[in-house]
């Protein structure tokens, strides 16, 4: 802040009364058109911030003009006229709905996701928003947790590197650029160590987990200037984030907001309730007065900051100066986004004309839909198919749905602009297509009514199933490939989308077997929100592409791969195990004392895991086929022993494309402390690169460590580097790695 932006808010904050001050805090949903309580509250200054609506479209914000009309009642008919935050959930893409965060992450492409960012940024403020619920930076390991489609997957480093490319693409260079938004980093913390997967679950998390797995992406986002943060609903370590002042003082400097309803929600925690005689009757008042006192700084939807805090200030349990400066960070925050200097630049027609769904939008958007997708397997080079005179059978719920293809999270998407798989594969020249449903998504109608909360995305065919199944069947058999598009409902991931199955739906997986049996090849083609468990289909039917939720381009996308015009490139960000009674697995688990070889010597009761099956995962993190080959000669280190604090070591590999077409590969190194004072992860990500290559080129990529990578908790929670042995292991995957290994010992 400058000498003149804290002269203007003293003076505004001067001016302020306690209640005007108390009505910056309270964010509120936005309706329009706006009820008159809601525009009578905004005229009083009781409101600092609306956001759009949760469930039905209509319900949401409708774009700059009618938004603009609220903003002018906060800044020309309220006392101190001042200006409103907008905020929505834009969480990949607003109208242009892009793949869903799991997708994107599977790029490895800050570059590309910063754009896609810039996208969603300057579709949100082209409709008037300037504030967005963006990016859900919490770690999952547990794919039974429907939220893990709203993050990017289960690693800190690479969580960490879309977290600053994601902050970069919505705000900009400049907040106050009226294309730019406030990015809001959440749900802080460790949100996605619910436990069992169960949504809204609590979470029972070490400090040094917290450090090395939940924190790091958060960091990198606080780092890259995010402007506010949002807490999340679990209590972690018994404390819900809402009341934890430790917790929240790792948010210094943004503005800090509740999620939605959250305070009140901690009476349901069981807070609140009989504590020390404080207003025992009442435990909004006393939860309100807590979260604030811990440094919650805006109460979404809770209500109690408005009702409550007046109270708590005039018996002194909440202080002038804690409301203060609450308020005052809602406003620098409004500062920052240009909103007193100009409160109406994100409502120009012109510029909305410009910036809503525009061309160019689309072919970034199947780009990143493309290169989000994941080739699973791909036995005999089924995949690219030849397009000219091939039959081919397009079958499945999924092919002939757009809708679901946006994912969830999608509620203000150009929901007729979306292009299917089925359509996307018509448009290829010289592909003749026979088109069977095959199967209904679900044929549970109690899971249909939930998947259809925000709209009737997920219907029911009226034929028995066996008929459904012996037209897919009908329309296999004249053809030379299958396309099968299985996989999830847009709601069957997301918010309160937990899962204690994970594998595709019995009448999907009827409709697969069914398939198979023709003898036909088959190329699964997955729509999904999260890892499925798939041992039986990564047996039998030979080629599987996860497509993911690929947002508004994803038919033509999947298109472009199914026939080589482009080539597979992403790479999982997510262990997938072949068993849900495996989870939660991730690639970093810590070694244990009888590590052996479980799959190897299954017979040996010291190292085997599981009685009933392998304890591997089906796919391990980092892995991904394209169309080629890549080799990787053995990794180089510039120095195999090396010593102090700023010594820094460099490892280089080459990669040699050694398959008949182009193709990009991503490079990935993990670091190994294979002997330490605590136990240590097995290995740990610690860069990445991307390396497009003709056919017979070589590439080297070059990676540098320093002792910063080597750090870690210790037992007492310092970071620290414990001179030694490490391993540098560089491969196409986590489970595929060439190493070197090098001494670094303690001072030069
Ligand atoms: C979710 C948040 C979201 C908020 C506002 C909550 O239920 O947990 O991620 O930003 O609603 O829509």
Same mark, same amino acid.
């Given at each position: 802040m400058t000498a003149d932006t804290t002269a203007f808010l003293d003076d505004l904050m001067a001016r302020m009364t306690l209640d005007e001050k108390l009505g910056q805090l309270n964010l509120v949903t936005g309706?329009?058109?706006?009820?008159?309580?809601?525009?009578?509250?905004?005229?009083?200054?009781?409101?600092?911030?609306?956001?759009?609506?949760?469930?039905?479209?209509?319900?949401?914000?409708?774009?700059?003009?009618?938004?603009?009309?609220?903003?002018?009642?906060?800044?020309?008919?309220?006392?101190?006229?001042?200006?409103?935050?907008?905020?929505?959930?834009?969480?990949?893409?607003?109208?242009?709905?892009?793949?869903?965060?799991?997708?994107?992450?599977?790029?490895?492409?800050?570059?590309?996701?910063?754009?896609?960012?810039?996208?969603?940024?300057?579709?949100?403020?082209?409709?008037?928003?300037?504030?967005?619920?963006?990016?859900?930076?919490?770690?999952?390991?547990?794919?039974?947790?429907?939220?893990?489609?709203?993050?990017?997957?289960?690693?800190?480093?690479?969580?960490?590197?879309?977290?600053?490319?994601?902050?970069?693409?919505?705000?900009?260079?400049?907040?106050?650029?009226?294309?730019?938004?406030?990015?809001?980093?959440?749900?802080?913390?460790?949100?996605?160590?619910?436990?069992?997967?169960?949504?809204?679950?609590?979470?029972?998390?070490?400090?040094?987990?917290?450090?090395?797995?939940?924190?790091?992406?958060?960091?990198?986002?606080?780092?890259?200037?995010?402007?506010?943060?949002?807490?999340?609903?679990?209590?972690?370590?018994?404390?819900?984030?809402?009341a934890d002042a430790d917790l929240l003082r790792l948010l210094d400097g943004v503005l800090k907001v509740s999620d939605f309803n959250a305070i009140p929600e901690m009476i349901a925690h069981g807070l609140g309730d009989e504590r020390g005689g404080i207003d025992a009757d009442d435990p909004l008042q006393t939860l309100s007065e807590r979260a604030l006192r811990a440094g919650v700084q805006m109460d979404m939807m809770g209500h109690g900051y408005a009702s409550r805090l007046a109270a708590g200030v005039a018996a002194g349990r909440v202080s002038a100066a804690e409301v203060d400066a609450a308020c005052r960070a809602v406003l620098e925050a409004k500062v920052k986004l240009g909103l007193f200097a100009d409160p109406f630049a994100r409502f120009d027609e012109a510029r909305a004309a410009r910036n809503l769904r525009a061309p160019a939008y689309r072919t970034l958007a199947r780009q990143l839909a493309a290169d989000s997708c994941v080739l699973l397997k791909n036995a005999g080079d089924l995949l690219p198919l030849a397009p000219e005179g091939l039959k081919l059978a397009v079958v499945g719920p999924l092919a002939d749905d757009a809708w679901n293809l946006l994912g969830p999270w999608s509620f203000q998407g150009d929901r007729e602009g979306a292009v299917s798989v089925l359509d996307g594969i018509r448009a290829v020249p010289g592909v003749t297509v026979r088109h069977a449903r095959g199967a209904d998504i679900v044929d549970d109608a109690r899971m249909i009514e939930l998947l259809n909360f925000a709209g009737p995305k997920v219907g029911r065919d009226p034929r028995p199933a066996a008929e459904m199944i012996a037209e897919a069947v009908a329309a296999a058999r004249a053809a030379d490939v299958v396309v099968a598009v299985l996989g999830e409902a847009a709601e069957m991931s997301g918010e309160a989308a937990s899962r204690m199955d994970i594998g595709l739906p019995a009448c999907q997986r009827a409709l697969l077997e069914a398939l198979h049996a023709t003898g036909k090849p088959v190329v699964l083609v997955l729509a999904n929100g999260r890892p499925l468990t798939l041992p039986w289909e990564a047996e039998h039917v030979p080629a599987i592409l996860v497509s993911w939720f690929g947002g508004c381009e994803a038919g033509p996308a999947v298109a472009d791969l199914l026939f080589g015009r482009r080539a597979p490139s992403g790479r999982l960000t997510t262990t997938w195990p072949r068993h849900v009674g495996q989870v939660p697995l991730a690639y970093d688990?810590?070694? +244990?004392?009888?590590?052996?070889?479980?799959?190897?010597?299954?017979?040996?009761?010291?190292?085997?895991?599981?009685?009933?099956?392998?304890?591997?995962?089906?796919?391990?993190?980092?892995?991904?086929?394209?169309?080629?080959?890549?080799?990787?000669?053995?990794?180089?280190?510039?120095?195999?022993?090396?010593?102090?604090?700023?010594?820094?070591? +460099?490892?280089?590999?080459?990669?040699?494309? +050694?398959g008949g077409r182009a193709g990009e590969e991503t490079v990935q190194m993990y670091l190994t402390d294979p002997v330490a004072s605590v136990v240590r992860p097995g290995k740990q990500l610690k860069g990445f690169a991307k390396l497009a290559l003709a056919p017979g080129e070589t590439g080297t990529v070059a990676f540098r460590l320093t002792t910063a990578d080597l750090a870690f908790p210790d037992a007492s929670l310092r970071r620290v580097w414990e001179p030694g042995r490490f391993i540098v292991g560089i491969g196409p995957h986590a489970d595929a790695l060439q190493t070197v290994e090098v001494t670094w010992r303690a001072g030069a």
């Amino acid at each position: 802040m400058t000498a003149d932006t804290t002269a203007f808010l003293d003076d505004l904050m001067a001016r302020m009364t306690l209640d005007e001050k108390l009505g910056q805090l309270n964010l509120v949903t936005g309706n329009i058109p706006l009820p008159d309580d809601r525009a009578a509250d905004i005229r009083a200054g009781r409101i600092g911030g609306m956001l759009g609506g949760l469930v039905d479209c209509t319900f949401g914000v409708h774009g700059p003009a009618a938004l603009r009309a609220v903003q002018e009642i906060a800044v020309n008919e309220s006392r101190l006229g001042i200006p409103l935050l907008f905020a929505y959930d834009v969480i990949h893409g607003h109208h242009t709905v892009l793949p869903i965060p799991l997708a994107l992450s599977c790029t490895w492409n800050p570059d590309l996701i910063e754009a896609a960012a810039r996208v969603a940024a300057r579709e949100a403020t082209a409709c008037g928003l300037n504030w967005v619920f963006s990016p859900m930076l919490d770690i999952a390991r547990d794919p039974r947790w429907g939220r893990i489609a709203e993050g990017s997957g289960e690693d800190p480093y690479l969580g960490a590197r879309i977290a600053e490319a994601m902050v970069r693409g919505l705000q900009g260079d400049d907040l106050a650029d009226p294309e730019s938004v406030m990015a809001c980093i959440k749900h802080f913390i460790a949100y996605g160590a619910a436990e069992g997967g169960r949504d809204y679950n609590n979470a029972d998390v070490s400090l040094a987990r917290l450090m090395e797995v939940y924190l790091p992406p958060f960091l990198a986002a606080l780092n890259a200037g995010a402007g506010s943060a949002m807490l999340s609903f679990a209590a972690v370590n018994r404390i819900p984030s809402h009341a934890d002042a430790d917790l929240l003082r790792l948010l210094d400097g943004v503005l800090k907001v509740s999620d939605f309803n959250a305070i009140p929600e901690m009476i349901a925690h069981g807070l609140g309730d009989e504590r020390g005689g404080i207003d025992a009757d009442d435990p909004l008042q006393t939860l309100s007065e807590r979260a604030l006192r811990a440094g919650v700084q805006m109460d979404m939807m809770g209500h109690g900051y408005a009702s409550r805090l007046a109270a708590g200030v005039a018996a002194g349990r909440v202080s002038a100066a804690e409301v203060d400066a609450a308020c005052r960070a809602v406003l620098e925050a409004k500062v920052k986004l240009g909103l007193f200097a100009d409160p109406f630049a994100r409502f120009d027609e012109a510029r909305a004309a410009r910036n809503l769904r525009a061309p160019a939008y689309r072919t970034l958007a199947r780009q990143l839909a493309a290169d989000s997708c994941v080739l699973l397997k791909n036995a005999g080079d089924l995949l690219p198919l030849a397009p000219e005179g091939l039959k081919l059978a397009v079958v499945g719920p999924l092919a002939d749905d757009a809708w679901n293809l946006l994912g969830p999270w999608s509620f203000q998407g150009d929901r007729e602009g979306a292009v299917s798989v089925l359509d996307g594969i018509r448009a290829v020249p010289g592909v003749t297509v026979r088109h069977a449903r095959g199967a209904d998504i679900v044929d549970d109608a109690r899971m249909i009514e939930l998947l259809n909360f925000a709209g009737p995305k997920v219907g029911r065919d009226p034929r028995p199933a066996a008929e459904m199944i012996a037209e897919a069947v009908a329309a296999a058999r004249a053809a030379d490939v299958v396309v099968a598009v299985l996989g999830e409902a847009a709601e069957m991931s997301g918010e309160a989308a937990s899962r204690m199955d994970i594998g595709l739906p019995a009448c999907q997986r009827a409709l697969l077997e069914a398939l198979h049996a023709t003898g036909k090849p088959v190329v699964l083609v997955l729509a999904n929100g999260r890892p499925l468990t798939l041992p039986w289909e990564a047996e039998h039917v030979p080629a599987i592409l996860v497509s993911w939720f690929g947002g508004c381009e994803a038919g033509p996308a999947v298109a472009d791969l199914l026939f080589g015009r482009r080539a597979p490139s992403g790479r999982l960000t997510t262990t997938w195990p072949r068993h849900v009674g495996q989870v939660p697995l991730a690639y970093d688990r810590a070694t +244990t004392g009888r590590p052996g070889s479980r799959d190897a010597d299954p017979g040996k009761y010291t190292t085997r895991c599981y009685l009933d099956g392998s304890s591997e995962p089906l796919f391990p993190f980092g892995f991904g086929l394209g169309f080629t080959t890549f080799a990787y000669a053995p990794p180089v280190a510039d120095a195999t022993d090396l010593a102090g604090d700023d010594a820094v070591l +460099t490892v280089s590999v080459a990669v040699t494309n +050694t398959g008949g077409r182009a193709g990009e590969e991503t490079v990935q190194m993990y670091l190994t402390d294979p002997v330490a004072s605590v136990v240590r992860p097995g290995k740990q990500l610690k860069g990445f690169a991307k390396l497009a290559l003709a056919p017979g080129e070589t590439g080297t990529v070059a990676f540098r460590l320093t002792t910063a990578d080597l750090a870690f908790p210790d037992a007492s929670l310092r970071r620290v580097w414990e001179p030694g042995r490490f391993i540098v292991g560089i491969g196409p995957h986590a489970d595929a790695l060439q190493t070197v290994e090098v001494t670094w010992r303690a001072g030069a």
